[in-house]
Structure formats: C-alpha cells, structure tokens
C-alpha cells in the first residue's frame, strides 16, 4: 500500500523553496497577545477565520463561541455549541465554518458525533449538517477541504479507550455523496491533517489506547502523503523531527505546519514548532511557541498566524486562555 515519497526537487521549484526559506529566516517569533479582555480558557478546541476574524470554537465541556477581531484586539462571546463538542477540526467553508470528525461526552469512552455541523458567524447559529454513515463515524481525525469535498483521514471510533483507525473519506458538500477511499498507510488519531497541491498530509497524531494503558507514548513519526487526482497513498521519506500528537495544523506559504503537542515522551507540552514542504519532503524548524501547549486552537489571519487556548501539561491540564501569534514576512521574487 505504501511506496516512497519522491523527494527531489524539480528546477522549477528552486525559487519558491529559496524564497520559502528566506521566510523562515526572517521570523522574528512568537509574540504574546494581550486583548481587552480573555476567552475562555478550555483544550481539545479549534480555530478557524472567517472575514479577518478568529472564532474559536468546542472544547471538553460546554463552551460558547468566542470571536477574536485583531482589529479591536477584543474577545466577544457568541452562541453555544448544541452539545459539548471536542477533538474535531474546523474548516473554513466561504463564509461558515464546517465543524468535522468530532467526539462528544467524558474520558475515556467518547463517542463520535454522528452528523456534520455548521456554525455561521454572520447570524451566530448552529446548523445540523449531513449525516455521517454510523460504520465510518469518528472523532480526532485529520479533515481538509479540496473544492467542494470535505475529507477526513484517521481518527479514533471510540474516544481514548480504542479504535484508531486508518480510514479516508470524502463528503460532497454539494450532492450530499460519502464516499469511502483507500486506508491510509498508517492508523492514527488526535491529529490535523493539510492540504498542498492537490494532496493530503498527515503528520503527527498517535494511536490512543487506554484500554492497554497507552494514552500517550504510542506517537506516529511517519508522515502519510494522499494524492487526490492520483487516488494514492505514499509515506516520506523524513519522518515529523519531533513525534506528537494534539497538535494544530496550519498549511500556509505551501508549507504544512505543526505546533505543540503533547507525547508519551515528556509530562510538559510541546512548545516546537515544526513546517513541512510537501513537495521536497524537507522538514524546518521554526521558533517554538512562548507558551507550550497542546489541543489549542490555530488558525490564520491574513498573515497572522495565531495559536489560542490549549493545555500546559500532557493530559487535560492546565486549560489556559492564552493567545499567541507568528506574523509571516512577505518574500519578494
């Protein structure tokens, strides 16, 4: 199933990955952000923007929507979720946010929820999406948006006790149509998955275990590549440099990039911060996050990259309310 990821580097590429590390170089690192006032502090959340603002959404137990405008550096406090929803991502559909492969309910048996879900800023509401087929539901999965199909890789059936699973769907958001894809070279959970150029990246992630009391050290180094056109799986060559799982993904500037995290490895949570280019297969790092953490939010804004909320330690504690940002430099050819 799996076969090597080509890792060399076209001549047509050498500018953009020139420039790309020009970029890297000229991050200054993470600064603080201070707002008017605070969110609410909570971990195994997700983040998306809409419009040039941050909303922060879901996390263990039940926690309302919280909109960030860095324009007015101010917190405000929206609608609450239908239910307590955690360990999903959240996808920027036009103007909505897509809420996708999520978990519901208290360690160590969460289940997944069962439908997809929309929350709309524009009115502050929640919607009930499509269906998701009872065989295939899971939460903590890597989901990505290519045009007007929402894909979902990995996840775990039943919450921490077990069930990872190797799993890749689609869901047509315009027909309604699920459609089951190849597994995955590797099963993984509690972890993001991005989308570069027509392809699926899954990096980082474990397979949780409890029931054999493998909550944390069972972490996944390789990195899955899912070529969409192709219908293909293939694995990198590199492995992620630093194996963890509960860590947000972002992809910008073509790169594939992976923020804290927590491992069986160390009690504390993981402040690197690492980027992939798909396209190389070369990993970089990038400077660590001031604060480290794990199952926070992060998302883009503009050329703001934030991370939001989280937890300290491994495990479920301590829930911060902590906002941080890279601001990306802008690379002339």
């Given amino acids: ?158 919450g921490h006790w077990n069930g990872f699973v190797p799993w890749l769907d689609s869901l047509d958001l315009k027909t309604g149509e699920w459609k089951r894809l190849p597994d995955a070279p590797h099963a993984r959970d509690h972890f993001q998955a991005g989308l570069v150029d027509g392809k699926i990246i899954a990096a980082g992630g474990r397979r949780t275990h409890a029931e054999q009391k493998h909550v944390f050290d069972l972490t996944i180094p390789e990195v899955d590549v899912y070529d969409i056109a192709a219908g293909q799986w293939s694995t990198l060559d590199k492995p992620i440099p630093t194996p963890r799982a509960g860590a947000p993904t972002v992809v910008h500037d073509g790169r594939v990039i992976v923020m804290g995290g927590e491992s069986g490895t160390q009690g504390a949570a993981h402040a690197e911060v690492e980027a992939l280019t798909p396209s190389t297969g070369i990993w970089e790092t990038l400077p660590p996050m001031g604060q480290p953490r794990h199952s926070g939010g992060a998302t883009l804004v503009k050329d703001d990259l934030y991370f939001v909320a989280g937890c300290t330690n491994r495990g479920g504690n301590v829930e911060q309310s902590t906002l941080e940002k890279l601001t990306w430099p802008a690379v002339k050819p």
């Fill in 1 to 158: 199933m799996s076969r090597s990821f080509c890792s060399i580097i076209p001549a047509s590429l050498t500018l953009a990955l020139l420039s790309s590390v020009i970029a890297a170089t000229q991050l200054t690192g993470w600064q603080t952000v201070t707002p008017v006032n605070t969110c609410t502090a909570r971990h195994e959340t997700s983040a998306a923007s809409v419009d040039g603002v941050l909303y922060l959404i879901g996390g263990r137990g039940m926690k309302p929507v919280e909109a960030f405008d860095p324009a007015t550096n101010q917190w405000t406090a929206k609608a609450m979720p239908p239910m307590q929803i955690h360990h999903f991502a959240a996808t920027t559909v036009g103007h909505k946010i897509a809420l996708f492969g999520a978990l519901t309910g208290g360690f160590p048996k969460e289940q997944p929820v069962p439908n997809l879900w929309w929350y709309e800023p524009a009115t502050d509401t929640w919607t009930k999406g499509a269906e998701i087929p009872e065989n295939r539901r899971r939460g903590a999965a890597g989901c990505v948006l290519d045009g007007d199909k929402l894909y979902m890789v990995g996840g775990n059936t039943n």
